[in-house]
């Protein structure tokens, strides 16, 4: 059509890709009309953009019940999941190139969504929702991306989607097989069977349970970086080694931050590393040559151990059970603390998190205490999934501390010096433990799994941790 007067085009261009198959073998050449989306003005030619993605803490809970239940994991593939998107804006959009002669100044006015509009990850994902409640799904709500439903007899059908990507599961095979058939009819649908590769997680099933690695990706960063031939680290961070701010010869930032980058997304699968990867993303801005030293020793670490991965094994307990730990004042530049928590499902780890704390904390107490609201924090969303999936959780939540000044804290409301400035953690937690929702068993330090989370540990206790983590190489020689 002719272009309205007072409204601009968005131009688009070609993007050709060529596939491979995993023997290195071209599949197909691929070539797709984008959109160039950042010209789009807010407000006129898009408004909302958000669209959630499936959380990995939520993948790992599903594939510890997964399991424990025996349940078939199934994976689907969305075939240019953005291009069935409703628009609700006017778009209008450049002639595609080589096109021009045919239509001459006619502009597209697009009535879905393409790749490259700022409003496409939104679009389809509100026209994923829409089909899976049309088929009696419900949407979870401590984490969106998550549909379950519920059949007469107690059987479940559990569909967690992250953009394109599908993960069906569940003992209700009837209703998996028919809900696939109407995604098929919506959508168009490729089948990848059990599920073996999400999103660069590489996934293997026995009948002892499920473990998930990412060697292929370790491989191919060694290989990027110029590392394949390095030698090997035992532990990931020098436990003697503090890093500054400042440092003497500053190093690419850019390359800096692309490998910590793919640092980040490899820790989800390696908690191992997820203190040390912390540690080197707070120098993202202005990166040294120690920084990039630190990024190399993790890397050389990795050399050692590329097809360690989580374990998701058969287990009796049904329970939740949290660690948390804190390494008081641990920065060098503002002595600020770092807490750590990990929480276990049915007996295997499922969420972590190492982050520095956003205060200064005057006590170790004070500093376990605020590691303590974080942790409870992750275990009530836990139970809230859990809750979604109508599974039967063990109350109360057991959440395991080495400090007894912070456990004794959260049992006796005394008011002291200690607690003035962490009045709202101490409430917070209080009022849990009140309702029966947590309970506080002490651990010793030596038993305190979040120790591996707050500071760099030498090699035997790094390993006896790493253990306690259910970290497993199924590459490595028996």
């Known amino acids: 059509m002719t272009l309205p007067d007072g409204k601009k085009t968005v131009g688009c261009k070609w993007v050709f890709t060529v596939k491979y198959n995993s023997d290195g073998s071209i599949e197909r050449y691929k070539a797709r009309l984008v959109a160039k989306g950042f010209t789009q ?45 409703d628009l609700e804006e006017e778009v209008y959009m450049d002639i595609p190139p080589g096109f021009e002669d045919r239509f001459g100044s006619n502009v597209c006015k697009l009535n879905r969504s393409l790749y490259g509009l700022k409003q496409s990850p939104r679009a389809w994902f509100e026209k994923f929702t829409q089909s899976m409640k049309k088929q009696g799904y419900v949407q979870g709500q401590a984490d969106h991306t998550l549909f379950t439903k519920f059949s007469q007899d107690g059987k479940v059908a559990v569909l967690i989607v992250y953009v394109d990507d599908i993960v069906l599961t569940g003992n209700d095979t009837v209703e998996m097989g028919r809900v696939k058939e109407k995604l098929a009819a919506d959508f168009e649908i490729k089948d990848l069977g059990s599920m073996r590769y999400f999103l660069g997680m590489e996934v293997a099933r026995s009948k002892d349970g499920i473990v998930v690695s990412q060697q292929k990706y370790i491989i191919d960063l060694l290989k990027e970086t110029g590392m394949s031939g390095c030698r090997p680290a035992d532990t990931p961070m020098d436990p003697n080694a503090k890093l500054w701010e400042k440092g003497n010869v500053p190093v690419d930032t850019g390359r800096y931050q692309r490998l910590v980058g793919k640092l980040i997304y490899l820790s989800h699968t390696r908690p191992d590393i997820a203190f040390s990867v912390s540690v080197v993303s707070q120098f993202m801005h202005s990166p040294f040559e120690e920084h990039l030293e630190a990024v190399y020793r993790i890397l050389r670490y990795l050399k050692a151990t590329p097809g360690k991965g989580l374990f998701f094994r058969k287990t009796n307990e049904r329970n939740v059970s949290i660690f948390t730990d804190a390494d008081w ?150």
């Open 41 to 85: 003005t807010y407000g006129i030619d898009y408004s909302e953009t958000f669209a959630p993605v499936a959380k990995l803490n939520t993948v790992r809970i599903l594939l510890s019940v997964a399991a424990n239940l025996d349940w078939p994991l199934h994976q689907l593939d969305v075939k240019n999941a953005f291009l069935n998107g």
């Open 329 to 478: 004042a641990g920065s060098i530049t503002d002595r600020r603390s770092t807490s750590g928590y990990c929480a276990y499902v049915w007996g295997n780890l499922v969420t972590w998190r190492s982050k520095k704390q956003g205060v200064v904390a005057r006590s170790s107490a004070e500093a376990e205490f605020r590691a303590m609201a974080q942790g409870i924090c992750e275990g009530l969303w836990i139970h809230r999934v859990l809750e979604e999936l109508k599974m039967k959780i063990e109350l109360p939540l057991k959440l395991y501390s080495d400090s007894k000044a912070a456990i004794s804290i959260a049992h006796n409301p005394v008011q002291h010096d200690r607690t003035k400035h962490i009045e709202i953690d101490r409430h917070f937690i209080k009022e849990k433990l009140d309702a029966g929702i947590i309970c506080l068993p002490f651990v010793t330090s030596s038993q305190q799994t979040a120790d591996i989370l707050t500071k760099s540990l030498a090699r035997p206790t790094f390993e006896h941790l790493i253990g306690k983590l259910g970290m497993t190489d199924i590459y490595a020689p028996t």
